[in-house]
């Protein structure tokens, strides 16, 4: 090397540098950038294009669970109203069966008092026999069945 350089050299150089840049930069620079830079956009639009796939599924999501809240309460209301519906019908045949039993329980207790009382008159009129026959052997004569029964009444 020298100390001053040789300017034609340098020039040479200069100019074959130059030339080649150019030649590399349309052949090899500007196609791997452009790659590079075309890589790049679809990867950003791959990536919002998840991100919006993303925020859709989290939509749909909160979209079933709503739906289905509102399917579980609409079947919890109608299980309520079916059972306060069968409470009802059951509490109107409870007290159906108790008005039943009731109103054969009175026709029994006055069934009953009529036999009672019926027993009784036929147990009066046995006593009354009883004791008229039980008089009649004792006595040895037959009574007079007109003024026992007129003092007995």
């Known amino acids: 090397m020298h ?13 074959s540098f130059l030339v080649f840049w150019f030649i590399f930069s349309r052949l090899f620079f500007r196609p ?4 590079l830079s075309e890589r790049e956009r679809r990867f950003k639009d791959l990536n919002d294009r998840t991100e919006d796939l993303i ?3 989290r939509a749909a ?3 079933r669970e709503a739906r289905l809240a509102e399917v579980r309460k609409g079947a919890f209301t109608r299980r309520e109203s079916e059972r306060r519906k069968a409470e009802e019908e059951a509490a109107k045949l409870m007290e159906a069966a108790k008005a039943e039993a009731r109103e054969t329980l009175e026709q029994v207790r006055v069934k009953i008092e009529t036999e009672l009382k019926a027993a009784e008159r036929e147990l009066e009129q046995m006593g009354h026999s009883l004791a008229s026959e039980l008089a009649e052997r004792v006595l040895g ?13």
């Open 141 to 153: 004569r037959p009574l007079n069945t007109g003024a026992a029964t007129g003092k007995n009444n």
């Open 55 to 57: 925020k859709q599924a």
């Open 3 to 15: 100390i001053p350089p040789n300017w034609g050299t340098f020039f040479a150089l200069i100019v």
């Open 61 to 63: 999501e909160e979209e």
């Open 32 to 35: 791997f950038l452009s790659l």
